[in-house]
């Protein structure tokens, strides 16, 4: 509707997520052409704006970040340490959820990309007794999320310690929530909670240190052109998005560690697949789930199996809001499945799930 001589306009749509072409032009020309807003919102105005309130936040107090090896968390280190250079700590904690090589490319390449200061804790062993004979989904991600700033508290000491020596504080922890994070998770006045994100609401609340959270109001695909302008590298800005729970959310059940490193197989030869095939930026994820409470009959070899079914998910979306099921090609699909029912002896079923974003979420817990 509009009255252009009271100068009243107004939309019914849902600004964070593009539904059609005709939707987007709306969502354009009213902020544009009616709300008279100028079109200079991009990576450098985003990076510029973010330095300037992280440096007025900070000023000199120290400042720690959990790096959880996906693409936010290194973009929003990357972003507060061009801000505040080595006023910034990065703890990198493995849970033992991570993906195969994953440890070592953020223990090595984010590194050696960014000069960033890294300590890294093994906690691996910590995650699975607390997650021992747990199977609902929202218990997994607030345990999750409640043992990593746990680990995070004893971490923390020798960077307090450091930091004392040198007459400093810390006060801040630098986090990288987006705003897919934040609308799923139930923020905002009548939004509803679909499923919890570690970093949304998944916090304890005696937590010691205030929040950074530089792309709290952004998307994966704005996120990814910061981390570009910035400088890292395309292993780190381009690989698929990963949720901060890790493993421990594909794995419909109990997390084991058999459980874990089985996934973590399959995982990577799913991975690898479709890099051979050149499908990496052509697709946005592919999560791959093991339904390790399912069980299904197969023939390996000339023997009966009974084994577990593993399910690929992969999506094509710009911003996580919503998301369509990946064509993949018939024999990308089939490479997939052969390798993994012929390298993972315990899985001997590999399927598809070919289901849109809503009604279904990109993970699967």
């Not at 709300?35 to 985003?46: K, M, T």
Request: charged share 30%.
């Amino acid at each position: 509707m509009e009255d252009r001589s009271r100068g009243l306009y107004g939309v019914q749509w849902h600004p964070e997520v593009k539904h059609t072409p005709r939707g987007q032009e709306l969502i354009e020309t009213f902020l544009h052409d009616c709300a008279g807003l100028p079109d200079d919102w991009n990576a450098s105005s985003i990076i510029d704006d973010q330095v300037k309130k992280i440096r007025e936040q900070v000023g000199d107090a120290e400042v720690i970040c959990g790096l959880s090896g996906g693409v936010d968390s290194a973009v929003a280190a990357a972003l507060v340490h061009k801000a505040i250079g080595d006023q910034l700590t990065c703890v990198f904690v493995d849970h033992g959820l991570l993906r195969k090589g994953e440890v070592e490319q953020v223990k090595h390449d984010f590194v050696e990309a960014t000069g960033i200061r890294l300590i890294t804790v093994d906690a691996a062993d910590d995650f699975l007794e607390a997650l021992k004979g747990v199977s609902e989904p929202e218990r997994k991600r607030k345990i999750i999320g409640e043992k990593f700033i746990r680990t995070f508290e004893k971490a923390q000491r020798q960077v307090l310690e450091e930091a004392g020596a040198r007459g400093k504080e810390v006060k801040f922890l630098v986090q990288g929530t987006l705003y897919p994070d934040v609308v799923e998770s139930g923020g905002g006045d009548g939004a509803a909670n679909i499923k919890s994100h570690h970093n949304v609401g998944g916090l304890p609340k005696d937590i010691k240190f205030q929040l950074i959270e530089p792309l709290r109001t952004l998307f994966k695909d704005e996120v990814r052109a910061i981390g570009t302008e910035l400088g890292l590298p395309d292993e780190i800005v381009w690989r698929q998005p990963f949720p901060g729970p890790g493993l421990g959310i594909r794995i419909i059940g109990e997390i084991t560690r058999e459980r874990l490193d089985l996934l973590r197989e399959a995982d990577a030869i799913a991975r690898e697949e479709l890099t051979k095939a050149g499908l990496d930026r052509d697709i946005w994820q592919c999560p791959v789930v093991l339904l390790a409470d399912v069980h299904s009959v197969g023939v390996q070899g000339d023997e009966r199996t009974y084994g577990s079914p593993i399910v690929l998910r992969p999506v094509s979306s710009e911003d996580a809001m919503t998301a369509d099921w990946s064509r993949l090609p018939y024999d990308v699909l089939a490479a997939i499945s052969t390798r993994i029912t012929n390298e993972c002896r315990q899985i001997n079923r590999v399927v598809l799930d070919c289901t849109s974003k809503p009604p279904a979420t990109i993970e699967w817990e």
